[in-house]
């Protein structure tokens, strides 16, 4: 009977490491997604304000989708970890 609850236990434990993991890689991706729509958001605010500066800005705004990009992808390689580990 104790193997059996112990059993029981640790397939209780994956469950919820694999739900957390999941809800990890939903909120970075959902994060991420928000975080690149205020850039883009500011971005076309600031090229319509000042036209002559479209290059710059856009170019900063490639930079700083690159950077949020990549740390979403960490999380969510962090979060797939979780379910192997």
Same mark, same amino acid.
């Given at each position: ?8 236990? /640790?397939?209780? =434990? @994956? +469950?919820?490491?694999?739900? *957390? %993991? !999941? ?7 959902? &994060? #991420? $997604? ?8 500011? /971005?076309?605010? =600031? @090229? +319509?304000?000042?036209?002559? *500066? %479209? !290059? ?7 930079? &700083? #989708? $690159? ?19």
């Amino acid at each position: 009977m104790f193997t059996l609850s112990t059993i029981l236990l /640790a397939i209780d =434990s @994956i +469950a919820i490491s694999q739900a *957390a %993991a !999941g809800f990890g890689a939903a909120f970075a991706a959902f &994060a #991420a $997604a928000m975080g690149i729509g205020k850039i883009g958001t500011s /971005a076309m605010e =600031s @090229i +319509a304000r000042q036209p002559e *500066a %479209a !290059g710059d800005i856009r170019s900063n705004m490639i930079v &700083a #989708a $690159a950077l949020i990009e990549g740390v979403a992808f960490f999380a969510i390689v962090v979060c797939f970890l979780i379910l192997f580990v």
